[in-house]
């Protein structure tokens, strides 16, 4: 059976898959639950379009990596077939261990990351497949001798933040987030076993730079973005709570149930692995919306109140600044919030929400892009520019609370 295939993208036009042990893992259950987690959570409740997947993030990145170590062999690298096998399999597979809406409920339903969860995946995977990624697994850890394959997957110019930013950009709308893929991806080469970037392509990873950071703030970080996610791990917080006091949240997916019945941590990944992966595997964005839409009718009158908000996009309102909010201005709003209460005193934790957001578009503290002069120097992004590249952690203070309150309030006060 020939099992090279080519699928039609909708941000890079016809691409090819590799025949082979490629194409099987895409076959495979672990990697097509993907298909049914969205790239970008609660996005599409400001961004209509954005209903793209972690599926097309990881044929999209596998596209870009199959370019680069093209480009990257006709410099000169030294990559072999089991080589770029292995780290396109890597790159397939960094997201496989993402849980459902993505980031928003990664530290709700188990406090372990992502990427711990995709080592973990694709250490079952190497079991099925007879050690088939015992390369793969070294490149992606970064324990391989060769760095510039495991940079490719994961560094601040890898293969994922590439495709991310342009296909994010496109299903959003936000064409702020448009870089230069193309381009950036024939500008990089191999130096002293590192991953570089030739001089003349140093204005193009400026533009990525520049991208990335208007990107969190306008897509990721949109405010009300933040508050319908927040309000969904309230949710689910919620609920959980409920479940440990007895409470029955009348749902037919034993993954979801068993998620809400135990605090599951980093050590219950190294004592039950295999019960932990199965139930993972089975969680996805319709095991969270299904219970959020059964518990509009729920027994508990906060939580069904919740959960009618988020079904309904009727939701909290949330402000930003820049500096931390005044004490007296926050305990006005939590006075408020406690004044229009409908429910009983113990939830408040869940109305009156603070917390902080942050994001820095690039760090100096490690792994930089490194910048190939035509002389043969290389020199790290932040000193190979004409002026300083930012490297701050930009940080903003945020207040989310039930839009109620604003009928009791004056405006000038809370707006």
């Not at 170590?69 to 006709?74: A, G």
């Not at 110019?157 to 959003?172: E, I």
């Not at 990873?205 to 897509?219: C, D, G, S």
């Not at 520019?385 to 930009?394: C, E, L």
């Amino acid at each position: 059976m020939n099992k090279k295939k080519i699928l039609n993208d909708p941000v890079y036009g016809f691409v090819s898959v590799p025949y082979g042990l490629i194409f099987d893992l895409m076959e495979h259950p672990y990697f097509q639950r993907l298909r049914r987690i969205k790239q970008l959570s609660l996005t599409h409740y400001v961004y209509p379009g954005a209903l793209h997947t972690r599926f097309h993030h990881a044929l999209g990145a596998l596209h870009l990596m199959t370019q680069a170590i093209e480009v990257l062999r006709s410099k000169g690298a030294d990559i072999t077939d089991e080589e770029a096998e292995a780290v396109s399999i890597a790159i397939l597979l960094h997201d496989i261990g993402h849980g459902p809406f993505s980031h928003t409920l990664e530290n709700t339903l188990i406090n372990v990351t992502h990427e711990e969860l995709s080592v973990l995946f694709m250490e079952k995977l190497n079991e099925a497949f007879g050690g088939a990624l015992d390369l793969t697994i070294e490149i992606f850890k970064g324990n391989y001798h060769k760095t510039f394959l495991h940079q490719l997957v994961s560094s601040q110019l890898d293969m994922d933040r590439m495709d991310y930013l342009n296909r994010d950009s496109y299903f959003t709308g936000v064409h702020e987030g448009v870089i230069g893929y193309d381009r950036i991806i024939k500008m990089l080469a191999v130096h002293d076993n590192e991953l570089v970037v030739e001089e003349k392509g140093i204005y193009s990873i400026e533009k990525f730079l520049v991208a990335r950071r208007l990107m969190y703030w306008q897509v990721y970080l949109h405010k009300t973005v933040l508050a319908a996610e927040l309000m969904l791990i309230q949710a689910l917080n919620r609920a959980k709570a409920l479940v440990r006091n007895g409470w029955d949240p009348q749902i037919h997916s034993p993954a979801m149930n068993y998620f809400l019945k135990y605090e599951l941590e980093r050590k219950d990944l190294r004592e039950h692995p295999e019960e932990l992966l199965f139930h993972f595997s089975q969680l996805d964005d319709i095991d969270i919306i299904s219970s959020i839409k059964n518990w509009v009718h729920a027994d508990d009158p906060f939580l069904a109140f919740l959960s009618k908000k988020i079904v309904n996009r009727s939701l909290f309102r949330l402000e930003f600044s820049n500096l931390p909010f005044e004490q007296s201005y926050k305990e006005g709003v939590f006075e408020k919030v406690e004044k229009w209460n409908p429910f009983s005193s113990n939830i408040m934790e869940y109305l009156f929400i603070e917390g902080i957001e942050s994001n820095s578009a690039y760090s100096t503290s490690k792994d930089e892009i490194k910048i190939l002069f035509k002389n043969g120097s290389v020199q790290p992004m932040s000193v190979s520019m004409d002026y300083g590249i930012q490297a701050k952690n930009f940080v903003k203070h945020y207040l989310c609370y039930p839009k109620e309150i604003l009928k009791r309030s004056s405006r000038s006060v809370l707006i």
